[in-house]
């Protein structure tokens, strides 16, 4: 019995197939000039009953498509078109099953390898043709002779690597093709030889491989074919019927013309219900038409309300963002404020200024007030502060008018530590001294000014 073949093809000017067993191992593999299709085709069933045809592009070309169809087998292609390296590793990288097979790897392409000739399969190959047609012994011994030059026995599929590109091509796609159904095949393997079914091997695997059906269901099929079909392969083999059997099969057609009447009174009624169908349905298209306008006219609203409260949202989370990176801040600033020196901050000493921040300040005595801009300043600000032992700390020089009546600092920007909207942190060791040495400065001017206004009287 032949066996059942993977086939990978490779069509073109120079066409190639390669055919595989079910265990992965190479039966027989060739290429042409000018191979048709039907050529294809006779050469693969002379050796095997293909199962399963295969390409290494991802777009299955009409050649292969056509050789699937007319063989009924089940087609196979990569989801892209395997590269040249893929190609190469799948054949340096397969392993056939170590299974023992009855057939050889045959090469038919003239002058591809060393000849080494396989005395006893021509052999078998001569006495099987004569036995077939002993008309044609002179024919068959000429046939034999060219299939003696032609065919190579190949038993290791490495030596195929120096081959030409198309063998390889058609190789490759067998190859793959085999690898995506090793699993399968060992799950229905496994399943014949747990239930016995060597017997019917070939006939499970084919529709296990065609059919998505239970492997239980398969076996029911092959093992358990109805009384019905028993009569017919009986009549066929036996030539003859018997009186039983004619009962028996006028029996089951009767039986089927009463189902099938039964089935078309059915399918009557199933058709006037279908036309009452179509007309209510007709009559819901017409009502549901004004509903879907309203429908669609409430959905585009609400898409629209859901784009402008996700913007909404969108802004409120940036803006806790920058709350919390704010808080995280704050929460920095009051730590420090326990070893530094806090400073109440104001942009200058106006009017309008002084009584907006001093609601939030509430600037008392012994407070440390930071002035930007201490030119800019009213009498009613300097009346409100006079009667507190306050010091003001800026970082540009004050006016004559604030330092006849405060103690003044002038200290650099640069040496507090950290500035926010209304306050400020400065180390109180700067701090002290900076005012030391602003009193210093102040000592000594008063005193050349009194040693002058001395010198003059």
Do not use: W
């Amino acid at each position: 019995m032949k066996p059942l073949g993977i086939i990978g093809v490779d069509p073109g000017t120079t066409a190639a197939y390669a055919i595989l067993d079910l265990n992965g191992n190479l039966i027989k593999i060739n290429s042409n000039k000018e191979f048709s299709l039907s050529s294809v085709i006779s050469e693969v069933i002379s050796v095997c009953q293909p199962i399963i045809v295969s390409t290494d592009k991802a777009k299955t070309p009409s050649f292969v498509s056509d050789f699937a169809t007319k063989l009924g087998c089940s087609l196979v292609h990569p989801p892209e078109d395997l590269k040249r390296e893929e190609k190469r590793i799948l054949i340096k990288e397969h392993h056939p099953n170590p299974n023992k097979t009855n057939h050889q790897y045959i090469n038919t392409k003239k002058n591809d390898y060393d000849n080494k000739n396989n005395i006893n399969d021509k052999n078998n190959d001569n006495n099987n043709h004569n036995t077939k047609n002993n008309r044609n012994q002179n024919n068959n011994d000429d046939n034999d002779k060219d299939n003696e030059d032609n065919n190579k026995d190949i038993t290791k599929l490495e030596r195929l690597k120096g081959d030409d590109g198309h063998q390889n091509d058609s190789l490759a796609a067998a190859i793959f093709a085999y690898k995506k159904y090793s699993l399968r095949l060992e799950k229905i393997n496994t399943y014949v030889q747990n239930n016995q079914l060597e017997e019917i091997k070939n006939e499970f695997i084919k529709i296990a491989l065609k059919e998505d059906l239970h492997f239980s269901l398969i076996k029911s099929l092959l093992k358990e074919p109805l009384q019905e079909h028993k009569i017919i392969h009986d009549v066929l083999a036996e030539d003859k019927i018997t009186k039983k059997d004619f009962l028996r099969l006028f029996q089951k057609l009767s039986q089927l013309k009463e189902e099938k009447n039964s089935l078309e009174s059915r399918l009557k009624i199933s058709d006037k219900e279908i036309k009452q169908l179509k007309n209510i349905n007709l009559s819901l298209k017409k009502r549901t038409s004004h509903i879907d306008k309203r429908f669609d006219n409430l959905l585009r609203f609400k898409e629209e309300r859901i784009k402008v409260q996700s913007k909404s949202i969108d802004e409120m989370l940036q803006f806790i963002s920058v709350l919390k990176e704010k808080e995280q801040e704050m929460d920095q600033f009051v730590v420090k404020a326990d070893y530094l020196q806090l400073v109440k901050k104001i942009r200058n000493l106006g009017k309008l200024e002084f009584s907006e921040k001093n609601k939030l300040l509430l600037v008392k005595d012994h407070d440390y007030l930071l002035i930007e801009n201490p030119s800019e300043f009213s009498e009613e600000a300097l009346a409100s502060l006079k009667d507190k032992s306050l010091i003001l700390i800026s970082n540009h020089n004050f006016p004559k008018r604030i330092t006849e009546s405060f103690q003044t600092v002038i200290i650099a920007k640069e040496e507090f530590h950290s500035e926010k909207s209304h306050f400020a942190l400065i180390d109180p060791k700067i701090l002290e001294v900076r005012i030391k040495q602003q009193m210093k400065q102040k000592d000594f001017i008063e005193k050349i000014i009194t040693e002058y206004r001395e010198s003059r009287d």
